[in-house]
């Protein structure tokens, strides 16, 4: 039935059969208007590679600092040195965080910040030796590759010298933040002094040749265009069949509140959840013979949507926010716990999965 209805899209029917998609293919599938269809071959994909099950992770969240250097336009976290409220966490609030998440059952620490134009090396290191020498069970997944590109420009140490440094020190794997979007066209528009999308990737093929692989995101739903998006998966991909150190990818929905892009009227609403569930399927049919897992973030979903995403390719769900200063900062619900994305999960006739930062299967409900 499905190869019926797909005869009218020459992408749909190569993706079925198990062909890489051509940037023209993408943007087929960008410009395919049939959702349902567009949906169920992403969906018939997500079970071949990864069967009936979702899983997620319980990871603690935690943001060192909202200090930070760039000024990218859409974000609402950032703040300047002197802010009134501009915060960066001690090593003391930080261990106590980290205790806090061993408790609460965290099996992963997710550690981000700004790009603080006065923090060494040092920190970061004494950062995860303190945590690994606590909790030498957690794993640490921290400092995006944009971060590490800041990092490398502040203290002039190569990129390779800070990710070994780190991954001496405990760095188990790196968060996918930061990419945003990688095309030049659109990527100075929203990243006003991050590093470019060439940067990001070859700090990130950096890592991953050091053993350290990684998440990557996808920013999509505020000013770009079709091919930006195609551009950027496709800039995945060829990375991904290089190392293959890409463990997921995230779709992130742009959320507009508290932005420059709100307040400069550039972008007036948020996308569509029609946009939303496009981005999932066409992520999963562009990266289908790469990468197993894309990952659906519910925070910015809500609930209900990320079920209907996860029957259109979405195969994980990120994550169990213990902490999400980020997206509170632009107005999100952010509590969560395991038993929630279980129900969510069994809501729909999955099988719900706890899994650790590799997809380890931890645990089975
Ligand atoms: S997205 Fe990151 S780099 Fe950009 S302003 Fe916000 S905290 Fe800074």
């Known amino acids: 039935m499905l190869d019926q209805l797909v005869s009218d899209c020459n992408a749909l029917d190569k993706a079925l059969a198990g062909q890489e998609l051509s940037f023209d293919d993408g943007m087929e599938l960008m410009n395919y208007d049939n959702l349902h269809v567009l949906g169920a071959a992403a969906d018939h994909i997500r079970k071949k590679l990864v069967g009936n099950q979702v899983s997620f992770t319980a990871s603690y969240y935690m943001n060192y600092t909202n200090v930070c250097a760039a000024s990218c336009q859409m974000c609402a976290f950032y703040r300047k040195e002197g802010d009134e409220d501009a915060y960066t966490l001690s090593p003391e609030q930080i261990q106590q965080r980290v205790g806090i998440a061993k408790q609460m059952g965290a ?41 590490i590109f800041f990092i490398s ?47 990001w990737l070859d700090t990130i093929e950096e890592a991953h040749n050091l053993g350290i692989k990684s998440n990557v995101t996808m920013l999509y739903g505020h000013i770009e265009k079709q091919e930006h998006v195609i551009d950027h998966l496709l800039k995945i991909r060829e990375l991904q069949k290089r190392t293959r150190g890409f463990i997921t990818l995230i779709p992130l929905k742009f959320s507009l509140d508290n932005t420059e892009l709100e307040q400069e009227h550039l972008v007036n609403s948020e996308c569509s959840s029609v946009y939303d569930l496009k981005i999932t399927a066409v992520s999963r049919l562009m990266l289908a013979n790469v990468l197993n897992n894309i990952s659906v973030y519910w925070v910015a979903y809500g609930k209900k949507l990320a079920q209907v995403a996860l029957s259109n390719g979405g195969s994980d769900l990120v994550g169990t926010a213990f902490s999400e200063e980020v997206y509170r900062a632009a107005g999100k619900p952010t509590a969560s716990s395991i038993h929630d994305l279980e129900v969510m999960v069994k809501e729909i006739g999955r099988d719900p999965v706890q899994r650790d930062t590799f997809f380890n299967v931890l645990n089975k409900f």
């Open 153 to 199: 420009k502040l203290t002039k140490n190569s990129i390779k010298e800070i990710l070994s440094r780190l991954k001496d020190a405990g760095l188990d794997s790196m968060p996918g933040g930061g990419a945003e979007l990688f095309h030049p066209e659109i990527r100075p528009k929203i990243a006003r002094g991050k590093c470019t999308g060439q940067e």
């Open 107 to 147: 099996t992963e620490v997710h550690i981000v910040g700004g790009f603080h134009p006065k923090l060494g090396l040092d920190y970061y290191e004494d950062m995860m030796r303190a945590i690994k020498k606590n909790h030498p069970d957690l794993k640490i997944k921290a400092l995006t590759a944009a971060e």
